[in-house]
Structures are given as structure tokens and as C-alpha cells.
């Protein structure tokens, strides 16, 4: 069975521009989760999507959106990109929601330079 | 709160055992304590979790207390290949989001 799969795997884009980031989780996972991993704040959590709604929203600016299809797919969008925007965007899905017992399987991850 | 503790980072020979301990002193009953590890340049990957007793499989053995306030992940054989940051979590009950402390950061010694 395929893993989770990000694309792009690194992408360099400039100042102001957006980005959009793209997630296929396991076959038959429903829930998606994203995060943002820096070297100063180390791994943070974004947002969770199951059934195509969002379930949870970690702290972070209205910029950064994201949205699952109906195939479970899921894309993370960041708009107006700042330098410290520039990170490891990782990717998680899992088989339910809700449930303490469930296991998180990640993707490598998605490099993001902002110059 | 679903703060955990754990060291920094830990040394370990190669081909010994390594014992990686976390304090969770605030788990509720019926939470599970997981434990993943990232790899360098790679996404985490889960290790092992457990809710009461010991579990183990074929990549570690989690040893939980009767109080369950702590836990240790046991590597029986580390290899240089089990090098990496480890974390020690309590998932939240109201979705799968994860809260990631620093983890310990394993260095094993050939």
C-alpha cells in the first residue's frame, strides 16, 4: 500500500506570492492533518481535515488555509508568503478521527523557501 | 494539557540497548501515550503506542507504569539507523492533532 505522497517536495517561491501544497493520504484514510515544521518552533500543528470538514485549527494566521476533496486528497494554500513562512510542510492521515489509539502516518514532507 | 517531558538527548553505543524515558504526569485514564521518531530529512514515522500494559513490536518495546504518569520506549539493539529525534505524545481526544514537544534527540556511537 502507497504511503502519503507530497507534492511538491521543494518549491522556492518569493515574497508575496501564494502556494499551494498538495497531500494524497493512504488508500482509505479519511482524516488529514498538516504541520509546520521550523527549526525555532520545532513541529506545529496547522489544521485537520476528516469528511471534507475542518476539525481542528492550530494558531496560526488566516493565510493559511487549506481544503479536503471528496477522495480524501487534501491541499494546504498560504497566501501572501513572508520569509518566515519558509519550512518543512508535513503532512499526516490517519484511518478515523477522534480517537486517541489512532496513528498518524507522514508524508516527507514539503520544503518551502520564501526569498 | 497534554504536555509531555523528555531529556533532551541521550547517547547510546551501538548494539546496546537504549531506554528513552517521558513523563506525561497529567494523562487522563483512557488516553494513549504514543511515541514517533523522525529520521533526518525525513517526516516522523510512529514507533509504538499503548495505553496500560507493556507493549512491544518488531521496532521497540514500550514499558507504561502502573500509575501510568511515565513511560519509557526501549530500543533492545540500537543501530546508527535508529539515530534520530524521538517524541513522546499524547494525542488530543477531539481530533488526531498531534502536540510535538523538543523529543529527545538520540545519538548512537558506532
Known amino acids: 500500500k502507497a504511503g502519503v505522497t507530497q507534492t511538491p517536495r521543494y518549491l522556492i517561491k518569493t515574497r508575496g506570492q501564494q502556494v499551494t501544497l498538495s497531500c494524497s493520504p493512504i488508500?482509505?484514510?479519511?482524516?488529514v492533518s498538516w504541520y509546520q515544521q521550523t527549526p525555532g518552533q520545532g513541529l506545529q500543528f496547522l489544521f485537520e481535515?476528516?469528511?471534507?470538514?475542518?476539525?481542528n485549527k492550530g494558531n496560526f494566521p488566516g493565510r493559511f488555509s487549506g481544503r479536503q476533496f471528496s477522495n480524501s486528497r487534501s491541499e494546504m494554500n498560504v497566501s501572501t508568503l513572508e520569509l518566515g513562512d519558509s519550512a518543512l510542510y508535513l503532512c499526516?492521515?490517519?484511518?478515523?478521527?477522534?480517537?486517541?489509539?489512532?496513528?498518524?502516518?507522514f508524508g516527507a514532507g514539503t520544503r518551502l523557501s520564501v526569498l | 494539557d497534554a504536555k509531555t517531558t523528555q531529556p533532551n538527548s541521550m547517547e547510546s553505543n551501538e548494539e546496546e540497548p537504549v531506554h528513552l524515558p517521558c513523563n506525561h504526569s497529567t494523562i487522563s485514564g483512557t488516553d494513549y501515550i504514543h511515541w514517533y521518531r523522525q529520521l533526518p530529512s525525513q517526516g516522523p514515522e510512529y514507533v509504538i503506542h499503548g495505553l496500560t500494559s507493556n507493549v512491544n513490536n518488531r521496532m521497540a518495546s514500550l514499558a507504561i507504569a502502573e500509575d501510568r504518569k511515565s513511560s519509557t520506549l526501549i530500543l533492545h539493539r540500537a543501530t546508527l539507523r535508529d539515530a534520530a529525534v524521538y517524541y513522546c505524545?499524547?494525542?488530543?481526544?477531539?481530533?488526531?492533532?498531534?502536540?510535538f514537544g523538543g523529543g529527545t534527540r538520540l545519538m548512537v556511537k558506532p
Open positions: 481535515y476528516f469528511s471534507e470538514t475542518q476539525r
Open positions: 499526516a492521515s490517519s484511518l478515523s478521527f477522534g480517537a486517541t489509539k489512532n496513528i498518524q502516518y
Open positions: 488508500s482509505g484514510h479519511r482524516s
Open positions: 505524545i499524547r494525542p488530543s481526544n477531539a481530533g488526531n492533532m498531534l502536540t
